[in-house]
C-alpha cells in the first residue's frame, strides 16, 4: 500500500507517495500526521489518500505515525485542496491552518559554531560576524530562532558561506510537537468500604503516619470516583509516598486520567454572573418569535429538511441591528444539535463579542467551545482534540474556528458576515466567509451568514440566486425586548460651524448634547474612523477633495517628492497622530509637498489655494482618538472617559477590561475606533458622536465607500438599543455625499442601488474580479524593479493567451507605501478570471498574491 502525503515544507506544493511500512499497516488513513523523509530532511506530512500503486517506481517508507486519530477529516482535506487551489497557495499553508499550532512543526536547521579561534576577521561580513558571535554565545540554534534576531535581513546566505568554510556545522531537524494531553494522577478506592474500614487500624508504625493514611482513605471511601491525588493530599495532608503504600496494600487503585485544559472556566463563571449588558439567565427563556424573524426561520428550517436531500444554497440573513438575527442562530443551533450534529459559529472577535458568546454558553451549557488568540498552546490543543471526538457541540471563535475537526458539522454561521476580520490578510490570504460557504457544501451544513450592512457582492448574490435570502428590516419592538427604533441621526455640516467660528473638534450640536447626556448620568460613545488618517486633501471652507484627474481617485500627500515618493506615508495603524494642520507647518524648512495618484501614478504639487473656491484653508486630514479624548476632558473636566483603540488595547485582557468597565458604567464617555463597529449590546448609551464621519471615504480604493457605510451604520446601530432611546451626532465635512447619507439615512437599499451602479461602471466586483499582486523590499529601487517586470511579463501574458477583458492596472507604490522600513509596491489584474493567468506563472516568489482582495491599499 502507497500513501499520498502532502508534506510540511513552506512552499512546497506537491504531494508524494510513500510505502507504508508493515509496522503502520492498518494504521493509516487520510487525515493521518505522519513523519517522512524529504531530501535530507525529516519532515512533518498529512495523508490525503491511498493507494494500491505508486506512480513513481521507488519509493520511501512512511517512518512514523504521530497521533492514532486522523488529525483531518475528509472534508477538511477538501477544503484545504480547494483553499490551496483558489487562493494559489501551497497546500502544506492551508492544510497548516487546520492543524493546532505546537502540533504541527516545520523542518528546520540546526546551526552550531565549530570552536575556530584563529577566524581572520577581515574576512567576514557584517552579517556574517553577528551570526558567529550570537551562535558562540547562545550555543545552538535553529534557523527560525535566528530569524528573530535579524529583521529583513538575509543571513542565510551568510551562514551558507560560513558552513562551506567549515566555521558552522549545519544539521536538519524536526523540531518535537510542542503541545501533548495533559494526564493526571489519580486514586480510587479498591475495595469495598467495609474491607477498607477494617484495615484502617494498621496502616502505619508511627502515629503521624497512621493519622495521615487513615485520612486518606476515609477520604476516599467517602469519595467514590477516581479524584486528582493533588484533591486527596489537600484533604488529608497525606504525601504520594503513603498513597503509594496504600496501593502496594491493595487498598487503593493509582491511575492516570487525560484531562482537558478547558479555558472556557474562567468565561462560565463571568457569563454567570452576567458582567455584560445584565440580561440574566431569565432572558434566555424561550421567546416567541416576531413575524418577520417566523418567515425567515421557515425558510432555515426548510433548509435543514431539504439539505438531507441535496445540495442548498447558503442564506444571507440581511437584518438591521437589534432584529433577532442572534436569536435565530441560537434556534438553528438548537435544530443542528437535535439532528445529533455540530455547529461552528463565526464571529469578528470574540473580545469584541462577548454577548453572542454568552448568549450560546448559556442555551448550550457545558457544550461550547471557544477559540481565540489568547488561548495557551496546549488549551488550544485540547478543544481542538474535544472537537475532534464531538464532544463539544457548539464552536465559537473567529476565523481560525472554521477549521476544527468536528466529526459532522450541521451547521456554520457567519456573524456580521461583512467584516474584515474574516480575512487572513497574511499567506495564504484567504477570506473565512467564503470558505464558510465552500466548506459548508462539503459538509452537507446548512450556512447562515447574517448582518446589518452586507457587502455588495453578498447582497448581489443573494439577488442571483448565489444565495438564499431572507430580511429583517425593523429592530425587536421595544415592549417587548427594551430594544426600540433605530436612532434617528442628524447630520452636522462641519463647514458651517467654521464660518460661524467654531474651530474646535465636536460641532456645538455634538457639545450640547454630551452635556445633557452627562447630565442625566448616561453615556455617550464617540467614534473615530481608524482607517485614512492624516492623508488625503481637502478644503476646510468648501470640503472639496483633490482627485486625480486621470482615473478620480483622492489624491494623497507626502512630503519629499516624487523621486522618493515612498517615503512620506504614514504607517496604516497610526491611529493617533497629528490633529489637522495646514501642510506647510508639518516640516517647516521641507520643499512644497506633491500628490500622488495611487491607482495611475498621477502626482502635482500640493496647491495654496482650493481649486473650486479659492480658500486658503486647505488641509491634509487627520484626527486621533487622544485628541478627541483630550477635548472631552477640556469641555467636561468631570466625565469619566475611556479610550479603546490600539494603543489601549495591547495588552492581555484589554478588551474584556474596557468594556466590562464601561458596561458597569465606571465611565461615562467611551471613545474609541473600529473596534466599536462590531455588535455590542449597550443599554446605557443614549448619544453616538461621530465626530469625523469622512476618514475612510476618501481613500484610494474601490472598496473605500463600502467600509464606510458599513462602518458609519454599525457605530450609529450601538446607539439607542434600549428603552431609553438615543441619538446620533455625524459631524462631516461632506453632509452632500451619498455615501453619508444613505448611512445618516441607514438606507441600506439607497447605498447599494448606487454602490453598484458605480461598480458596474468601473467593473469592480461582483462584475469582475480582481487580483493583487504585492512586493515588498528594503530598497526601493529592488521594489519598483520587482514591479515593472512583473508587469511586463503578465501584460505579455494577457497579449499572447489573448485575453483582451483582463486589464492590468499599475505597478503603482501601494497606499501604505512603507512600512516598518520596507517598501511596497503592486500590480492588480482586473477581469472574469485573474486568478488563471498567474496559475502556472514563474517567478511568484516573495510576491503577495491576493486573489480574492478586500482592500487596493
Ligand atoms: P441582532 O442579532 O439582530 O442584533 P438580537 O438577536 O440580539 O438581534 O435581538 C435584539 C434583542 O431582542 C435581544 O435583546 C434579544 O434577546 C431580543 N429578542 C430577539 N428576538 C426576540 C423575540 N422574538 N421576542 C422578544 N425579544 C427578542
Ligand atoms: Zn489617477
Ligand atoms: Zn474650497
Redesign the pocket.
Known amino acids: 500500500m502507497f500513501a499520498q502525503v502532502a508534506v510540511n515544507v513552506p512552499s512546497v506544493s506537491g504531494v508524494y507517495s510513500y510505502h507504508i511500512p508493515d509496522s503502520l499497516a492498518g494504521a493509516l488513513g487520510p487525515g493521518s500526521l505522519v513523519t517522512v523523509s524529504f531530501g535530507v530532511q525529516t519532515v512533518q506530512g498529512v495523508v490525503l489518500g491511498l493507494a494500491e500503486t505508486s506512480p513513481v517506481p521507488k519509493t520511501k517508507p512512511i517512518l512514523e505515525l504521530l497521533d492514532p486519530l486522523p488529525v483531518l477529516t475528509a472534508p477538511q482535506l477538501e477544503l484545504a485542496q480547494y483553499l490551496a487551489e483558489s487562493t494559489l497557495s501551497p497546500l502544506a499553508s492551508t492544510v497548516g491552518l487546520m492543524l493546532p499550532p505546537g502540533l504541527s512543526q516545520q523542518a528546520d536547521t540546526l546551526y552550531e559554531a565549530r570552536s575556530s579561534p584563529e577566524i581572520p576577521d577581515p574576512e567576514l561580513s557584517p552579517t556574517a560576524g553577528r551570526l558567529l558571535s550570537l551562535l558562540t554565545e547562545r550555543g545552538p540554534l535553529r534557523g527560525r530562532q535566528i530569524d528573530r534576531h535579524f529583521h529583513n535581513v538575509d543571513w542565510r546566505r551568510s551562514m551558507q558561506w560560513l558552513v562551506r568554510r567549515g566555521w558552522v556545522v549545519g544539521r536538519s531537524i524536526l523540531p518535537p510537537p510542542s503541545v501533548r494531553p495533559k494526564f493526571v494522577r489519580t486514586a480510587q478506592l479498591a475495595v469495598p468500604p467495609e474491607q477498607a474500614e477494617a484495615a484502617t487500624p494498621s496502616l502505619g508504625k508511627t502515629e503521624a503516619t497512621l493519622e495521615r493514611r487513615q485520612a486518606a482513605l476515609r477520604f476516599l471511601i467517602r469519595e467514590p470516583e477516581a479524584v486528582d491525588v493533588a484533591w486527596v493530599y489537600a484533604e488529608s495532608s497525606c504525601n504520594l509516598a503513603d498513597l503509594q503504600e496504600l496501593a502496594e496494600r491493595e487498598l487503593i487503585l493509582l491511575g492516570e486520567t487525560e484531562i482537558w485544559r478547558d479555558p472556557l472556566q474562567k468565561s462560565g463563571q463571568r457569563a454567570q454572573r452576567g458582567i455584560f449588558g445584565g440580561?440574566g439567565a431569565a432572558?434566555e427563556k424561550q421567546?416567541?418569535?416576531?413575524a418577520p424573524?417566523q418567515q425567515a426561520w421557515e425558510l432555515i428550517l426548510e433548509t435543514f429538511h431539504r439539505r438531507e436531500r441535496g445540495a442548498v444554497l447558503p442564506i444571507l440573513l440581511h437584518?438591521?441591528?437589534?432584529?433577532?438575527?442572534?436569536?435565530l442562530y441560537l434556534r438553528a443551533a438548537a435544530e443542528t444539535l437535535r439532528r445529533g450534529r455540530q455547529a461552528i459559529v463565526l464571529v469578528p472577535e470574540i473580545a469584541l463579542t462577548p454577548q453572542t458568546v454568552q448568549r450560546f454558553l448559556r442555551r448550550f451549557p457545558g457544550q461550547v467551545g471557544l477559540i481565540h488568540s489568547r488561548l495557551s498552546p496546549g488549551e488550544r490543543y485540547d478543544t481542538w482534540r474535544r472537537a475532534r471526538t464531538g464532544q463539544l457541540k457548539v464552536l465559537i471563535g473567529p476565523r481560525s474556528a472554521l477549521f476544527a475537526p468536528l466529526p459532522a458539522v450541521g451547521l456554520i454561521v457567519v456573524d456580521e458576515c461583512h467584516d474584515a476580520s474574516y480575512y487572513q490578510s497574511e499567506p495564504p490570504f484567504y477570506n473565512g466567509a467564503v470558505a464558510a460557504q465552500e466548506y459548508a457544501a462539503l459538509c452537507g451544513a446548512v450556512c447562515l451568514l447574517?448582518s446589518?450592512t452586507p457587502s455588495v457582492t453578498q447582497r448581489y448574490a443573494a439577488e442571483h440566486r448565489g444565495l438564499a435570502l431572507a430580511e429583517?428590516r425593523e429592530?425587536?419592538p421595544s415592549h417587548?425586548?427594551?430594544?426600540g427604533e433605530l436612532a434617528p441621526v442628524t447630520v452636522v455640516d462641519m463647514r458651517e460651524e467654521l464660518k460661524g467660528g467654531n474651530r474646535g473638534i465636536f460641532s456645538r450640536l455634538l457639545e450640547r448634547e454630551l452635556a445633557q447626556v452627562l447630565g442625566r448620568g448616561e453615556q455617550a460613545i464617540l467614534f473615530m474612523n481608524r482607517r485614512g488618517t492624516a492623508t488625503y486633501v481637502f478644503c476646510r471652507e468648501c470640503g472639496h477633495v483633490l482627485k486625480c484627474p486621470r482615473c478620480d481617485t483622492p489624491l494623497t500627500m507626502h512630503v519629499d517628492g516624487p523621486r522618493s515618493r515612498a517615503k512620506a506615508r504614514p504607517s496604516p495603524d497610526d491611529g493617533s497622530t497629528s490633529g489637522s494642520r495646514p501642510v506647510d507647518e508639518r516640516r517647516p524648512g521641507t520643499s512644497t509637498p506633491d500628490l500622488l495618484c495611487h491607482r495611475c501614478g498621477y502626482s502635482r504639487q500640493m496647491p495654496r489655494k482650493c481649486p473650486e473656491c479659492g480658500s486658503e484653508h486647505i488641509r491634509e486630514y487627520g484626527l486621533g482618538s487622544e485628541r478627541v479624548e483630550a477635548e472631552v476632558h477640556r469641555l467636561f473636566p468631570q466625565a469619566r472617559s475611556l479610550r479603546w483603540d490600539h494603543d489601549t488595547t495591547r495588552e492581555k485582557d484589554a478588551h474584556d477590561i474596557i468594556l466590562a468597565h464601561f458596561s458597569a458604567h465606571r465611565a461615562d464617555v467611551l471613545v474609541g475606533t473600529q473596534m466599536l463597529a462590531k455588535?455590542l449590546?449597550l443599554p446605557l448609551v443614549t448619544l453616538v458622536g461621530i465626530v469625523l464621519a469622512d476618514a475612510g471615504l476618501n481613500l484610494p480604493d474601490p472598496f473605500a465607500a463600502e467600509r464606510a457605510f458599513q462602518t458609519l451604520t454599525q457605530v450609529a446601530g450601538r446607539a439607542g438599543r434600549s428603552a431609553l432611546g438615543g441619538r446620533v451626532v455625524l459631524q462631516t465635512f461632506e453632509p452632500e455625499s451619498p455615501v453619508i447619507q444613505a448611512a445618516a439615512a441607514q438606507d441600506y437599499a439607497a447605498f447599494y442601488r448606487r454602490e453598484l451602479a458605480a461598480r458596474r461602471e468601473l467593473r469592480y466586483p461582483p462584475f469582475a474580479r480582481l487580483a493583487r499582486l504585492e512586493f515588498r523590499h528594503a530598497d526601493p529601487a529592488a521594489a519598483e524593479r520587482a514591479a515593472l517586470d512583473l508587469a511586463a511579463r503578465l501584460t505579455d501574458r494577457i497579449r499572447t493567451e489573448n485575453r483582451a477583458e483582463t486589464e492590468l492596472i499599475g505597478p503603482v507604490p501601494c497606499f501604505f507605501a512603507r512600512v516598518g522600513g520596507i517598501h511596497r509596491w503592486q500590480v492588480v489584474l482586473r477581469g472574469p478570471e485573474p486568478a488563471s493567468l498567474l496559475h502556472d506563472l514563474r517567478g511568484l516568489d516573495g510576491w503577495r498574491v491576493e486573489t480574492q482582495p478586500l482592500s487596493l491599499l
Open positions: 440580561d432572558a421567546l416567541v418569535l416576531t424573524q437584518g438591521v441591528t437589534g432584529s433577532g438575527k442572534t436569536e447574517g446589518a429583517l429592530r425587536i417587548s425586548s427594551g430594544a455588535g449590546d
